[in-house]
């Protein structure tokens, strides 16, 4: 239906045999010398975890939206021109498929262990950066197994494997790196492995970050905390001082798939997403919240993208791209997420339309509002640090 700029193509096979499908949206330049350039290449997966539904359903949404918009939408017919985007909603198929038979929470794959009884790799756990399965080892049962050894995952090797084939075969280069996760409303960058070691692409990432924060914040009023991924929350403070929410520690430390797109393959701008809510319903997501959540990520990936084109964003009505709730969607919250009533809200919204400083491209043609940030506290911490 849409052969001009959607393919559809396979990273590889799952343990028990499932394929792993993957979208690539883009249009191949058809001038000479642009064609022997490498293509700039952004990879989003969804789904490394079985029972993160939303993480699946948001890559789709947004993939759906690209797709859909190109050609009708200025900004994101530039995107899909300019880049080439892989989507991979389920990189755990058969986990998937699990949730939905046997297990509503099982996060691993279906792979077999030392243990009969106790199956599963975390496949964000299994990548050889900075592996440290020697923590887990021992216990195959633990949520974050990570193997006896590194990319004993299959679907982690799989997709390791396609994108090492795609930069070294293919002409392709991913500059951009968006994992899916949930739940927490987090935007997390690298590393994961440890806090001493620091990217050194830091201040880009984080005013990247920050960005993406602000958009998502400015047009579905949530909250999205920015911070390393090493720094993974458990308790983070509310606004309210006598409520803290809290959040599972079961992410990815070492070998995680953020740190090995970022460090192995040069990805410059890597995530770690985590998507609704936080907390109140967890991995057990109501329906309700698919298109919501699949909205704010979608503006994110246009913040996303806008940053990476730098000068080849000018001229462009992004704007008039972002999506926005509406009653159908869902309901505003009577207590909305991150503290704002109604008429902050509205404030929001004019300020999202009348300003056209949402993010510092890579040319430094613009910048952050910084009286805007989506954490104000955090926001200012990470402002003075920021390249001025």
């Known amino acids: 239906m849409f052969a001009t700029h959607v393919r559809m193509i396979s990273v590889g096979m ?54 859909t918009g190109y050609g009708r939408s200025g900004p994101v017919t530039r995107l899909l021109e300019e880049f080439d985007w892989v989507f991979v909603p389920t990189l755990n198929p058969d986990g998937y498929v699990y949730t939905w038979e046997t297990d509503r929470l099982w996060r691993k794959n279906r792979q077999q262990t030392s243990l009969h009884f106790c199956r599963g790799i975390d496949l964000d756990r299994a990548w050889d950066f900075e592996w440290d399965g020697e923590e887990t080892r021992s216990n195959p049962c633990s949520e974050s197994y990570a193997g006896d050894s590194p990319f004993q995952g299959v679907e982690s090797h799989m997709l390791a494997e396609w994108a090492k084939n795609e930069t070294e075969n293919n002409n392709v280069d991913i500059v951009g790196f968006l994992d899916l ?4 409303q987090q935007i997390l960058y690298p590393y994961s492995y440890s806090c001493s070691s620091v990217p050194p692409t830091l201040e880009n990432l984080e005013e990247l970050a920050m960005g993406i924060a602000k958009a998502i914040r400015l047009t579905s009023y949530e909250r999205y905390d920015v911070s390393s991924a090493c ?19 079961v992410e990815s430390s070492g070998g995680s798939a953020l740190d090995w797109f970022y460090h192995q393959l040069h990805a410059k701008y890597s995530y770690q997403i ?26 994110a990936v246009l913040v996303f993208g806008k940053f990476l084109l730098g000068p080849k964003a000018n001229g462009l009505d992004w704007d008039a791209a972002l999506q926005y709730p509406v009653t159908e969607d869902a309901p505003v919250p009577e207590h909305p997420t991150d503290g704002h ?22 040319d430094g043609s613009s910048s952050l509002d910084e009286d805007n940030l989506d954490d104000e506290e955090h926001g200012s911490e990470l402002w003075q640090r920021r390249r001025r």
């Not at 029972?51 to 947004?62: F, G, L, M, V």
């Not at 720094?231 to 520690?249: L, N």
């Not at 902050?344 to 004019?350: A, N, T, W």
Request: glycine share 6%; no cysteine; hydrophobic share 25%.
């Open 14 to 67: 799952s343990y028990e045999g499932r394929d792993i499908p993957a979208l690539r949206l883009g249009v191949r330049p058809t001038d000479p010398e642009r064609q022997a350039e490498p293509r700039k290449t952004i990879v989003v997966v969804g789904g490394s975890h079985a029972r993160e539904w939303i993480s699946t359903s948001t890559a789709n949404y947004i993939a759906y939206s690209l797709t």
């Open 181 to 184: 996760h949930s739940y927490s």
């Open 231 to 249: 720094e993974g929350s458990v308790v983070s403070p509310s606004k309210r001082k006598t409520k803290k929410e809290i959040f599972p520690k």
């Open 274 to 299: 985590k998507l609704r809510d936080r907390g109140s319903y967890g991995f057990l997501l109501p329906p309700e919240n698919i298109v919501p959540t699949g909205k704010e990520i979608f503006n």
């Open 341 to 362: 009533n109604s008429a902050s809200y509205q404030h929001d919204q004019h300020l999202m339309q009348d300003s056209d400083a949402d993010v510092q491209s890579e």
